[in-house]
């Protein structure tokens, strides 16, 4: 059975940090690339990080870049997100989610149009909440 399970979210203040996790299992992970995604109330979700398994490329919009880094340990199946100088527009659930071969759903990324919806595994999400 394939899962996704993230980790980690909770409250924090604004320029804290969170380091959220995503367990995976089922399915090999060298031929897949691992999103994370955030749906805010009354937004759209957006794709905000992707790593590629099978050689760590990574792809950030720029709404995060040079905040939040994607990172991977083979070793656990395990993908994390460290979120560092935190927003209260940061403020949504956080979701991994799964792309066959390459990143998409992430500006940059060869499929920047995916949507979350169109990954191939999805994880149930993690809330994040951040306070001013």
């Known amino acids: 059975e394939v899962q996704l399970v993230e980790s980690g979210g909770g409250l924090v203040q604004a320029g804290g940090s969170l380091r959220l996790s995503c367990a995976a299992s089922g399915f090999t992970f060298d031929d897949y690339a691992i999103g994370w995604f955030r749906q805010a109330p009354g937004k759209e979700n957006e794709g905000i990080s992707c790593?590629?398994?099978?050689?760590?490329?990574?792809f950030y919009p720029d709404s995060v870049k040079g905040r939040f880094i994607t990172s991977t340990d083979p070793s656990k199946n395990m993908v994390y997100l460290q979120m560092n100088d935190l927003k209260p527009e940061d403020t949504a659930v956080y979701y991994c989610?799964?792309?066959?071969?390459?990143?998409?759903?992430?500006?940059?990324?060869?499929?920047?149009?995916?949507?979350?919806?169109?990954?191939?595994?999805r994880g149930k999400g993690t809330l994040v909440t951040v306070s001013s």
């Open positions: 989610a799964a792309a066959e071969e390459t990143c998409a759903g992430v500006p940059g990324s060869p499929h920047p149009r995916l949507s979350f919806d169109d990954m191939e595994f």
């Open positions: 790593i590629r398994y099978s050689d760590g490329e990574t």
